[in-house]
Every structure is written in C-alpha cells, then in structure tokens.
C-alpha cells in the first residue's frame, strides 16, 4: 500500500489531477492509500512499453519519492509486488 497523505491531496488538486483523489482507498491504520491492482501494485504503475514506470510521476504521492529508483528497497519492494 502506498500511503497518501492529506499534501499528497492538496498537490494533486493545485495539478489539476482531481481524478487522483478520486481513487483513493483506506490504508493502513485509518490512513488514505492509493487504490492497487489485483497483483499488489499500485494502479499507476506501467505504462505502454514501461512497466516499471510511474504513470502519475510528476505527482506522485510523496513516499515514492522515498524510494530512490534502483535502490535495494526498490527493488525489493518490486519482487515482493511483482515478482521481477
């Protein structure tokens, strides 16, 4: 689950990306989450010929960028989801 945070909603509103908002879910512990897929990842993971990239980068939740691409969390988030 990838946590949203109530900035994440503010920064996705002033992009004009309201459509975001609107896929929001309940995480953990009472918290906002993004919705995900049948398989774990998040809904905006993939794109045509990309299936690692963000679909939604330039307004990602916050915690994404947490992650450094590459990194071993990265990666080790990406087996756990995906199985790559």
Do not use: N
């Not at 909603?9 to 004009?16: D, I, Q, T």
């Not at 309201?18 to 953990?28: M, Q």
């Not at 512990?29 to 963000?54: I, K, N, Q, W, Y």
């Not at 939740?61 to 087996?79: H, N, T, V």
Request: proline residues 6%.
């Amino acid at each position: 689950m990838i946590p949203v945070t109530a900035e994440d909603l503010v920064r996705f509103k002033r992009a004009g990306r309201s459509d975001l908002a609107a896929r929001i879910v309940p995480g953990h512990f009472g918290d906002e989450a993004m919705e995900t897929r049948s398989d774990g990842a998040c809904v905006h993971l993939g794109r045509p010929g990309l299936p690692h990239h963000c679909s939604i980068y330039d307004v990602r939740p916050a915690i994404c960028g947490d992650f450094e691409r590459g990194s071993w969390q990265c990666l080790e988030a990406r087996r756990s989801v995906i199985g790559k």
